[in-house]
């Protein structure tokens, strides 16, 4: 497998990517982009990034906080991903810089993309799906559901699928069934949740103890079915 | 594969069920009873059964009405249905009967049963669950998700998996999430919500084509997927 940082960018934003994928096969490949939680492009994400590129995909965790900045506590989370949700302009044009950058590389087959997020990076995904991005799957695992733009009718081209925590607070009941509402009124032609009992915020993150975030904990349980609904999506729609 | 009729009792009724397993392997096989919708044990319910029995199940297909009653129309599915969910217990016992049945069988595993169940089928199966039926996973396919006798705290032993189409005017989402309060309240263990998009009652079913019910309609998606979900959470569970 080969493993590299790459550089590219949104605006006037340095963002360094990290990308993985088994050079092997000669042919091009899906892509998948993997959006980070609040912390940052950190050592979670470039593993889920290896653990796709084994499954034969191109693999390209995104930097959406510019120079591959991270949070250092939940005060400087606040303020990186309060300034993104603020500005989903600025949100979407770095989500869309990451996707024409893994559709442009070589080995990849830029009709077959999708992207994956974790915490902020649901959100981030979902966004991109709102937006319309050329993407065949929207997949979000803790994501917040919320939005200050939703989907207009017709608009998102992803299958979209949400994995929550049952007592996730940041994706509180109220707000599942409100997303449940904006997917129904933009005639989202394929969309799912699913939610696992006894979760909370976090569920695919070893680190997510509660020391950092009391409602973050992981679930090995979740982690592993929330990941295996992932790959039959994929099956579906990448291959 | 051999398939044959079984006849047993719940009270004074007699109840003829239906039986699927591969007949060779020689060891004790996971046992999966299969509910039926409110039409009465028929070709749908059969044909699942059959589908189990090629994962290598004993599948075995419940007679809730009794000498296999079909129902005829809309008006005889509500006679039948409202008679026994309207007497809980009359429920309960017929189902723990099939239950019963299928454990003492030479071919099955009596440590390692699930149940499936599909519309009404599904309900049974949740009240199945809520009885702490001695049950590794309770999957209910578009059931009817309100009870008379909610779960008793600490009561459920299945591992319960619910399949549920968004649009399903039986299974509206308050009437989902007051599910999911039932879970949390009654302390389930294992438990999940999956949500169908652009999805009506009656989803698993090629025969509902909305002429006998406006609002069952088959869906080949997600037929495919909740099948799918089943077969992860047997893996997990009954293997």
């Given at each position: 497998m080969q493993t590299h940082d790459i550089d590219y960018r949104s605006e006037a934003v340095n963002l360094r990517g990290y990308l993985a994928f088994d050079?092997?096969?000669?042919r091009r490949r899906p892509g998948v982009l993997v959006f980070h939680e609040?912390?940052?492009?950190?050592?979670f994400v470039m593993a889920r990034a290896r653990r796709l590129a084994e499954l034969g995909y191109v693999a390209l965790a995104a930097d959406?906080?510019?120079?591959?900045r991270q949070a250092r506590n939940l005060q400087e989370v606040a303020d990186l991903v309060g300034g993104l949700r603020n500005e989903p302009q600025t949100l979407r044009a770095r989500g869309r810089a990451a996707l024409a950058t893994l559709a442009a590389l070589?080995?990849?087959?830029?009709n077959r993309i999708a992207a994956i997020g974790f915490c902020f990076g649901g959100s981030v995904v979902l966004e991109l799906a709102r937006d319309g991005a050329d993407l065949k799957a929207a997949v979000s695992f803790?994501?917040?559901?919320?939005?200050?733009t939703p989907a207009a009718s017709g608009k998102v081209k992803a299958s979209v699928l949400v994995l929550t925590g049952a007592d996730d607070p940041l994706a509180p009941p109220d707000q599942v069934r409100a997303f449940e509402d904006e997917m129904r009124a933009a005639e989202v032609r394929d969309w799912q949740i699913i939610s696992y009992g006894n979760t909370l915020h976090g569920?695919?993150?070893?680190?997510?103890?509660?020391?950092?975030?009391?409602t973050a904990r992981y679930n090995e349980q979740a982690d592993r079915r929330s990941w295996a609904s992932m790959q039959n999506l994929f099956d579906e729609v990448l291959r």
């Open positions: 050079e092997k096969p000669a609040g912390l940052g492009l950190g050592d959406m906080f510019g120079d591959r070589p080995q990849v087959d830029a803790h994501g917040v559901l919320t939005t200050r569920f695919t993150n070893p680190a997510a103890d509660g020391s950092m975030m009391r």
